[in-house]
């Protein structure tokens, strides 16, 4: 009796669990949709996603429903689509993560470039880390962020001793 009474409440755990998931998924879903509707200049670059419970994984679906891969997307799309993701984690989970990100400015035509910082940057309520080159943040004034970084870090690397420190400033102030 305490076997199937045990049974019967994994049973009931199991349903729960799945319910759970199902809800939290459609909060990300619409929060990713969401987002990667404002930073693509593609009329739905993903047209919709779904959990594919069997595979363990997010399915990208295109106009016609059919799965796409992510090997379908530019290095730019894959950057908005990563974005896009991490975004929806935050909002899902309610929580105020960092996002670090490396050179995405390099990644994106100047359309995408503009509705990352107007939507992602300029509306952020989190963290985000720039590992940028020396050409990607210097246009700073000119997209106006300047009031939205916090602080400029240089990883000067050391060829002599290969060793590398972390200093305030950016490239042009060495």
Known sequence: KKIDTSNRLQNLLDEYIKYLSTIRFESFRENFLNVINQLSRKKKLVNDIILDSDLGKILFLDANGDSMSVREFSAGESEIVALSILWAINKTSGR??????????NRLDKIHREKFIEVFIKNSDHQIIFLSTDEEIKDAKHYKIDPFINKYLLIDHDKQNKTSKIKEGYFDDK
């Open 96 to 105: 105020k993560h960092p996002i670090i990100t490396d050179s995405p400015l």
